[in-house]
């Protein structure tokens, strides 16, 4: 019975640390701020509407460009750290993606 649980204990901390080193790369925590960023552009756009009404424009591209630059300055720092954020994030999910792959011969 002892050594069960000796057993357990030792699983335990091989698991803890697995998890602190998987929550502390660089990917977690890009993606953490990421999640902040869009909960608190929600609170201050309403995303519904946004979506009603880009679909209502026949010109996307025209009517990011207006809806940027007719916000807040808050919205617009927001919505640019996001933006950057996400595509660090896309970027370095793409290199440890392709780093386990084997080259094909």
Same mark, same amino acid.
Request: hydrophobic fraction near 55%; glycine fraction near 4%.
């Given at each position: 019975?002892?050594?069960?649980?000796?057993?357990?204990?030792?699983?335990?901390?091989?698991?803890?640390?697995?998890?602190?080193?998987?929550?502390?790369?660089?990917?977690?925590?890009?993606?953490?701020?990421? +999640? $902040?960023?869009?909960? %608190?552009?929600?609170? @201050?756009?309403?995303?519904? *509407? =946004?979506?009603?009404?880009?679909?209502?424009?026949?010109?996307?591209?025209?009517?990011?460009?207006?809806?940027?630059?007719?916000?807040?300055?808050?919205?617009?720092?927001?919505?640019?750290?996001?933006? +950057? $954020?996400?595509?660090? %994030?896309?970027?370095? @999910?793409?290199?440890?993606? *392709? =780093?386990?792959?084997?080259?094909?011969?």
């Amino acid at each position: 019975m002892r050594i069960l649980n000796l057993k357990h204990r030792i699983m335990m901390r091989v698991y803890m640390t697995f998890m602190l080193r998987k929550i502390t790369s660089p990917f977690v925590g890009e993606s953490f701020a990421f +999640v $902040i960023l869009a909960l %608190t552009l929600s609170i @201050f756009v309403s995303i519904p *509407s =946004v979506m009603s009404n880009m679909i209502g424009s026949g010109d996307l591209y025209r009517f990011f460009l207006t809806a940027l630059f007719n916000t807040t300055l808050m919205v617009q720092l927001i919505l640019i750290a996001s933006l +950057v $954020i996400a595509t660090k %994030t896309i970027i370095s @999910f793409r290199h440890l993606s *392709s =780093v386990g792959r084997a080259p094909l011969s």
